[in-house]
């Protein structure tokens, strides 16, 4: 008896110790931003003022580049206020993407995507733009 209950404490310690390594991934909640609205995140204010470009590749077309979209928006945090340019999908030699909205020590706010992505049919036609962001931990 006593052989079995010191094996079954090995075999608890060790599932234990090993299911540590596999740390969960924690869902990411997205937080809508309507075109011309402000969301506060964190005590971050986030402003989406308009898109200045959307040349996505619209679903349904064949494109010889993936194209990209430029977001302005306006960040104010701790009293300064700063106008922000996004960029989702590919970028040209010499540009630079930039998903980063607000860093802090321990939380970034980023943006994660510009919906709704063109289709053939809506492409130059979209005004209801709605910008999704989303708050990380900053290891």
């Keep these: 008896f006593m052989k079995n209950s010191v094996l079954a404490c090995i075999f608890l310690f060790s599932a234990f110790v090993f299911g540590q390594g596999k740390s969960a991934v924690t869902p990411k909640i997205v937080v809508k931003v309507p075109q011309g609205e402000t969301v506060v995140l964190k005590g971050v ?3 989406f003022i308009e ?3 959307d040349s996505r590749c619209p679903t349904g077309v064949d494109c010889i580049w993936p194209g990209n979209a ?3 928006t306006q960040v104010t945090a701790n009293g300064n206020t700063e106008e922000i340019l996004l960029t989702f999908g590919e970028v040209r030699q010499g ?3 930039n998903t980063v909205l607000y860093n802090a020590k321990n939380f970034a706010i980023n943006g994660v995507k510009l919906t709704p992505y063109p289709t053939s049919e809506t492409a130059g036609k979209i005004n209801n ?3 999704l962001i989303c708050e990380e931990k900053n290891n």
């Design 45 to 47: 204010s986030i402003k």
């Design 51 to 53: 898109v200045l470009e």
């Design 70 to 72: 430029k977001v302005k």
């Design 95 to 97: 540009q630079e993407k």
């Design 129 to 131: 733009y709605v910008l």
